[in-house]
C-alpha cells in the first residue's frame, strides 16, 4: 500500500465519518473496445460497445437524482479544459482582474449573504438526506436486485482475509506482551515526564504490531491470489484494517485501561475501559461500515443503495456518538472540573469553566457540523474539518497563553520606585487603576481576535478578504486611530494629574497656599472634563460618526440649557469670578449667604461649608452676595469686659493690660502681631460698664487668643477683687 494512500486514510478516519467523503464511490466501468483507427478523410469511428451489465447500472445511476448529480459533476469536471490551456488562462485573468474591480462587499451585507446560504444549505442537506434514505426502500419494493453470486463469491475470500488479519494481529499482540510489560515495569510510579516517554514508546511498539499484521496480511493476500494484483475488496479491508487499529491504538494510549502505570492521564480504570470500549466500537462500525461494507453495497445492488446505505451508517454513528455524550456529560464535568485550579486567570478561568460546563453541547455541535458538512460538500469535507479543528485548537490554545501571560503580568500591579513614589505618592495608585483596564481591553481584543479566528476557519464570515478590501482596510485604520487617541488621552490625563500632584507635594519643599491648592484642583477637574469631552469627539469622528451634527446638538441643547438652566449658569459664572477674586480658600472660615464655618470643599458651581456643630451646608455660588472671609492677613480677637459702676476704671485696664502680659509670656504670644488696643468703656448697662479692647493676631487664630484671653482677665480680676457686672 503506498505511502500517501496509507497516510490519507489516516487522516480521513481520525476525523468524523471518514475517508469516504473525500471520495466519490466507483462508477461502473463501461467497456470500450479500441476501436481501429480512422483512414481516410472521411473515415468515422463507430459507436463504442457496452456491455449489458454496464448499461443496466448506468440506467440505475440515471434514474436516482443523487447519483445522476454526482455523475454530472464528475463529468463537468472531466470537461474542464487544463490548466496550461491558454484560453483557460486567458479566462483566469479576466476573472482575476473583474474580481479586483469589483467592489468590496460591505461586513453588513456579506453576513446577510451568508445567512442566507447558510438557510439554503440546510433545506438541501434535509432534502439530500431524505433522498438518500430514501433510496433503502428500492430494497423493499421490488427495484433493485441483491448479485448473491457475486456477494458468494468475494465474501467467502474476504471473510478468509478477515480471519488471517485478526488471528495475525492477535498473535504479534501476544508477541508483543513481552516489551510491553517490560515499559510498564520501567514507567511505574515515574514522574510524569518520564510516563509520557514510556507512553510513547508502548504506542511506538503497538504500531509496530499493527505494521506487522498489515504485512502479513497483504503478503498472504498478494500469495492467495497467485501473485497477481490483490482483488479490490479484499484492498479496501486491508487500508481499513489498518487505519481503524491504528486510531484505536491511539485510543488505548490516551486512556490505557489495561497498563495502569503508563496512564498519562488521571482516570478511574472503568472509566478508561468504558470509552475505550465504545469508541472502539463506534471506530469500527464507521471505518468498516464505510471503507468495506459500502462498496460492497454498491457492486452487490447498486450505487443508489450504497449511497442510502453509507449515509444510514454515518447516521447511526452519529446518534450513538451523540447518546454516548449525553449519557456520561456529568461524569466528564466532574472529571473535568479539577483541571481548573492551577488556572490563575479569572477570565481563562471563567471561558474554561463555561466549556467544561457545556462540553457535551460543543461535541454533540461538532459532530453535527461535520455530519452537514459531509452530507452538503463530500469531496472535501474532510480537508475542510482538518483544517478547521486544527486552526481552531491552536487559536484557542495561543488565546490561553496570551491570556495567562497577561494575568501574570498584572497579578502583582504595578510598583514605582522609592524615589517616583516620594514625588508622586499617588501615581502609583493611578497606574495600577488604569493598567488593569488596559489590559480587560486587550483581553477582550483578544477574545475578539479567537472569535474571528473560529469564524474565518469555519467559513461563516471571509474576514480576510473583508480585512483586504478598502471598507475593511479604512475600519481597521480607524479602530486603531480611535484606540491610539484613548491611549494619548489617558497618558495626557495622567500627566496632567501627576503635574498637579507634583506642584502641591508638600515634601518636596514646595510652600502652597489654600487659594494654590483650591485652583489646581479645579484646573484638574476642568481639564478633566474638557479632556474627556475632547477625546470622545475625536473618537466618535474616527470610528465614522459624524460630529457635526452632534456638536450642532450639543449648541442646540446647549441654548435650550442655558434658559432653563439660568441658575447653573449663574453658580459656574460667580464660581470663576469668586475663585479668581481668591475670596475664598479650602480651609477657609467664612460667612456665606448667612452661614459661617470652615470651608471643606470648592467646585465650580458650589461652596461646602461646615458649621461650628459638625453640620455640612452646600451653598450654590448663585446665592452668595457677598463673602466674609476671616483668614486674610491678619485678625482681631475682640474682648468685651463688665465691671461694675464702683470699679475704678484705670485699675481694671491695668487688669487687663497684666492679663495681655501673661498671655503674651505664654505659648500663644507668638501669633500676636501688636500689643493690646484698649477701647476703654463702650456702653452702660444696669448693671454695670462695659469696656472693651482687640488683639491682633495672626489670621485664625483670633478665636483661640479670645477664649484665652478672657480666662487671664478673669483670673487677674480675681486676684485683684475687681468684681465683674452681671
Not at 467592489?103 to 438526506?129: C, F, H, N, W, Y
Not at 488471528?167 to 515515574?190: H, Q, S
Not at 492551577?342 to 457545556?358: D, E, F, N, Q, W
Not at 483578544?446 to 474571528?452: D, K, P, W, Y
Amino acid at each position: 500500500m503506498p505511502i500517501f494512500r496509507f497516510l490519507v486514510l489516516v487522516v480521513a478516519l481520525a476525523l468524523p465519518f471518514g475517508a469516504s467523503a473525500q471520495t466519490v464511490p466507483s462508477l461502473p466501468q463501461v467497456a470500450v473496445p479500441a476501436q481501429p483507427a480512422a483512414t481516410g478523410e472521411g473515415a468515422t469511428a463507430g459507436p463504442p460497445a457496452t456491455s449489458p451489465g454496464a448499461a443496466k447500472a448506468l440506467i440505475d445511476i440515471l434514474k436516482d437524482d443523487a447519483a445522476r448529480a454526482v455523475l454530472i459533476g464528475e463529468l463537468e469536471k472531466l470537461a474542464q479544459p487544463a490548466v496550461g490551456d491558454a484560453a483557460a488562462s486567458s479566462s483566469d485573468a479576466t476573472t482575476t482582474t473583474d474580481a479586483a474591480d469589483r467592489p468590496a462587499v460591505p461586513l453588513a451585507r456579506e453576513i446577510g449573504s451568508v445567512t442566507q446560504d447558510l438557510s439554503r444549505q440546510v433545506v438541501e442537506v434535509v432534502l439530500k438526506i431524505g433522498r438518500g434514505l430514501g433510496n433503502l426502500t428500492r430494497l423493499f419494493d421490488g427495484s433493485a436486485a441483491v448479485n448473491w453470486e457475486g456477494v458468494q463469491e468475494q465474501g467467502l475470500a474476504l471473510a478468509i482475509i478477515i480471519v488471517f488479519a485478526f488471528a495475525t494481529l492477535n498473535v504479534a499482540r501476544f508477541i508483543a506482551r513481552f516489551p510491553l510489560g517490560a515499559v510498564e515495569r520501567m514507567a511505574k510510579d515515574k514522574p510524569f515526564p518520564r510516563r509520557v516517554v514510556w507512553s510513547g514508546l508502548a504506542l511506538l511498539i503497538d504500531w509496530a504490531v499493527i505494521g506487522l499484521a498489515w504485512f502479513g496480511t497483504s503478503a498472504y493476500a498478494i500469495a492467495a491470489s497467485g501473485g497477481a494484483r490483490i482483488d479490490l475488496m479484499q484492498s479496501l479491508f486491508i487500508d481499513a484494517f489498518v487505519v481503524i487499529e491504528f486510531l484505536k491504538s491511539c485510543l488505548a494510549a490516551v486512556l490505557q485501561y489495561r497498563r495502569p502505570a503508563l496512564r498519562v492521564f488521571n482516570l478511574e480504570p472503568a472509566t478508561a475501559r468504558f470509552w475505550y470500549l465504545w469508541l472502539s466500537r463506534l471506530i469500527s462500525f464507521l471505518g468498516y461500515g464505510v471503507l468495506v461494507a459500502h462498496p460492497l453495497v454498491n457492486k452487490a445492488i447498486g450505487f443508489s443503495v450504497g449511497i442510502g446505505f453509507r449515509l444510514a451508517v454515518v447516521l447511526i454513528t452519529l446518534i450513538g456518538a451523540t447518546i454516548l455524550v449525553t449519557a456520561k456529560r456529568d461524569d466528564v464535568r466532574n472529571g473535568l472540573f479539577p483541571l481548573l485550579e492551577p488556572v490563575k486567570s479569572s477570565v481563562l478561568r471563567t471561558i474554561l469553566a463555561l466549556l467544561i460546563h457545556g462540553w457535551h453541547v460543543i461535541v454533540i455541535v461538532y459532530l453535527a457540523v461535520a455530519f452537514v458538512l459531509w452530507v452538503s460538500r463530500p469531496f472535501d469535507a474532510v480537508d475542510y474539518m482538518a483544517w478547521a479543528t486544527v486552526e481552531t485548537v491552536f487559536a484557542v490554545i495561543i488565546g490561553g497563553l496570551v491570556d495567562s501571560l497577561l494575568s501574570h503580568a498584572i497579578s502583582g500591579g504595578v510598583r514605582l520606585p522609592a524615589d517616583v513614589k516620594k514625588t508622586l505618592p499617588l501615581l502609583e495608585a493611578r497606574l495600577n487603576m488604569m493598567v488593569p483596564l488596559f489590559f480587560r481591553a486587550m483581553r477582550m481584543l483578544l477574545v475578539a481576535i479567537v472569535v474571528a479566528t473560529l469564524l474565518q476557519s469555519w467559513g461563516v464570515l471571509n474576514l480576510i478578504a473583508w480585512f483586504q478590501s478598502d471598507g475593511g482596510t479604512e475600519a481597521v485604520g480607524r479602530i486603531l486611530s480611535a484606540v491610539i487617541i484613548l491611549l494619548a488621552a489617558g497618558g495626557i490625563w495622567l500627566a496632567a494629574s501627576s503635574w498637579v500632584e507634583y506642584r502641591l507635594n508638600p515634601s518636596l519643599g514646595r510652600i502652597t497656599n489654600a487659594r494654590t491648592r483650591t485652583l489646581l484642583s479645579l484646573f484638574r477637574n476642568a481639564f478633566s472634563i474638557v479632556l474627556v469631552i475632547i477625546a470622545a469627539m475625536l473618537t466618535l469622528s474616527q470610528l465614522g460618526v459624524d460630529i457635526a451634527p452632534l456638536v450642532a446638538g450639543a449648541g442646540v441643547v446647549g441654548l435650550a440649557v442655558g434658559f432653563g438652566s439660568q441658575k447653573l449658569v449663574q453658580d459656574i459664572i460667580t464660581g470663576a469670578f469668586i475663585q479668581f477674586e481668591n475670596a475664598m480658600n479650602e480651609g477657609d472660615v467664612v460667612t456665606v449667604a448667612g452661614l459661617t464655618g470652615a470651608v471643606d470643599r470648592l467646585t465650580i458651581r458650589s461652596v461646602g461649608i461646615r458649621d461650628a456643630d459638625g453640620v455640612y451646608h452646600i451653598i450654590p455660588f448663585s446665592s452668595v452676595t457677598s463673602v466674609s472671609n476671616a483668614m486674610r492677613g491678619f485678625a482681631f480677637a475682640t474682648a468685651s469686659v463688665n465691671v461694675a459702676y464702683a470699679t475704678d476704671l484705670e485699675e481694671a485696664k491695668s487688669a487687663m493690660r497684666e492679663a495681655f502680659d501673661r498671655l503674651m509670656d505664654g505659648p500663644k504670644g507668638a501669633v500676636i502681631l501688636e500689643p493690646l488696643d484698649i477701647w476703654g468703656v463702650v456702653s452702660f448697662s444696669a448693671a454695670g460698664v462695659v469696656m472693651k479692647a482687640r488683639i491682633k493676631t495672626l489670621p485664625g487664630e483670633q478665636w483661640g487668643i479670645g477664649r484665652l484671653y478672657n480666662e487671664l482677665v478673669k483670673n487677674v480680676f480675681d486676684e485683684r477683687g475687681i468684681t465683674s457686672s452681671f
